[in-house]
């Protein structure tokens, strides 16, 4: 079993890093090599088995993690790595430490964080010692949590700069989905409607991200008005945002558009001037950074 197996795992980890390799034939063979695992029941981790097998059988089911992430099939990662765990807490004393450990501990953590799991994040992250917790790969989930729980949003966003393998890229947008959810609930319990240019910079679009943005808005049920180019949100009752956001930029010249705002009934206030200029002029500054 062990020559046949390992034959495998060589097959299955070249076309797993062929540049440009095709993923449904990596899938397909993953799908073969797990089904045999299973018949094996090398794919439960049995401590009595060959250890070369258990190590060939860990590497395939670690590959399978890696191209789960890679393909976006958040379903088929947590499979992987709920089959992985035995391998890692069990056979410790049976075959050597996965040189992927770290990689797949600090996915792991990324995953519970990307959930919004907390309780569990902080469970896995006791467990650790003190080395494990200065590696790259598990530093990343552990500043993102830090930047979570601080608000700051900006250095989250920014961390996609900084994804030491492929696999954190997907995870780490998930996370931000959560963030800009996060963001997206408090504007809609505060204000009734914000300008889009507004919303794209405190929600951390780009730009040229108009479409995803609109694709977000929509999710959330906010209406946009292409002539205002203004968001609003239905079910919000605070007063309105769009009239001061309007007023305090220097670069519109848009009166038409103010003295609409102002004709659908929307009202001026003090907390409105006093807290979107400085909350929208911060957001800019963010975005400078970015």
Do not use: C
């Amino acid at each position: 079993m062990s020559v046949d197996l390992q034959q495998s795992l060589s097959e299955l980890q070249q076309l797993f890093d062929a540049p440009g390799g095709s993923r449904d034939e990596v899938s397909k063979r993953l799908a073969k090599l797990k089904l045999e695992l299973a018949q094996t029941g090398l794919y439960f981790a049995p401590p009595t088995a060959n250890p070369q097998d258990l190590v060939a059988a860990r590497s395939i089911l670690e590959i399978g993690s890696f191209h789960s992430l890679r393909s976006g099939n958040l379903k088929s990662y947590a499979q992987y790595n709920f089959a992985l765990q035995p391998f890692y807490l069990n056979l410790s004393s049976i075959i050597p430490e996965s040189p992927n450990r770290p990689i797949t501990l600090g996915l792991h953590l990324l995953a519970l964080l990307s959930e919004g799991l907390l309780t569990e994040f902080h469970t896995l992250l006791e467990t650790l010692k003190v080395e494990q917790l200065s590696d790259i790969f598990v530093k990343l989930p552990v500043d993102l949590e830090k930047w979570l729980m601080e608000g700051a949003y900006n250095k989250v966003y920014r961390a996609k700069d900084r994804v030491p393998r492929e696999e954190f890229g997907f995870l780490l947008e998930r996370l931000m989905g959560t963030v800009r959810g996060q963001i997206a609930s408090t504007i809609e319990t505060s204000y009734p409607s914000l300008p889009l240019k507004s919303a794209a910079t405190l929600l951390f679009f780009k730009p040229n991200e108009t479409s995803q943005l609109n694709e977000f808005a929509q999710s959330r049920g906010w209406e946009l008005s292409p002539s205002q180019q203004v968001y609003t949100f239905p079910n919000s009752i605070k007063p309105d945002i769009a009239l001061a956001a309007l007023q305090q930029s220097s670069e519109t010249k848009n009166t038409s558009a103010v003295l609409s705002l102002e004709k659908g009934g929307i009202k001026r206030g003090t907390p409105m001037v006093n807290m979107v200029g400085p909350a929208l002029k911060l957001a800019q500054q963010l975005e400078a950074i970015v």
